[in-house]
């Protein structure tokens, strides 16, 4: 895979994020300071296409992303990662509200772990996700950056 991955680095307003490609799927979104060193820089239609869709989602425009994704994961992980897809922009679900839709109620912290492992955050919006106290929680660009995108789509949080 690494020699068809690619990669392009966008500026947002939460920083730089590293897109990263194999010119079929969007395979990984990183954040500024955790990006890999796969793959040759450049561009391809599925980069080219993710880089669009976020620029809209960072002014606005876009609630829901439309792109061919091709995350590794277990098939837990990629149920957990639909059911993060189904968030709806502007609104939260806890790990457990995850957990019951999954049928699953009693899965909580293997949800949190499938969610922490999302290869493809704000594409799915893994950040919509929040303890069952309303809180805050873990996120792979920080609480800050979680806290900007939860107020882009409208959602303040208390601490």
């Not at 439309?66 to 709806?88: K, M, Y």
């Not at 899965?107 to 929040?130: D, F, Q, T, Y």
Request: net charge positive; charged share 25%.
């Amino acid at each position: 895979m690494a020699d068809t991955t690619r990669y392009t680095v966008i500026d947002t307003p939460i920083g730089k994020l590293r897109l990263v490609s194999d010119g079929d799927a969007l395979l990984r979104v990183e954040f500024q300071g955790q990006h890999g060193s796969d793959g040759v820089a450049g561009k391809d239609r599925v980069l080219q296409q993710a880089a669009t869709q976020l620029g809209e989602y960072f002014a606005g425009k876009r609630r829901h992303f439309d792109l061919p994704l091709g995350a590794d994961g277990t098939a837990f992980q990629h149920a957990v990662w639909e059911s993060l897809r189904a968030i709806p922009y502007g609104e939260l679900r806890s790990y457990r509200d995850i957990a019951v839709t999954l049928g699953k109620p009693r899965a909580v912290r293997a949800v949190g772990a499938a969610n922490g492992r999302n290869p493809l955050p704000i594409v799915v919006p893994c950040h919509r996700v929040v303890g069952s106290n309303g809180k805050l929680t873990g996120f792979a660009g920080g609480l800050e950056c979680k806290r900007r995108l939860l107020a882009l789509e409208g959602i303040e949080v208390a601490d």
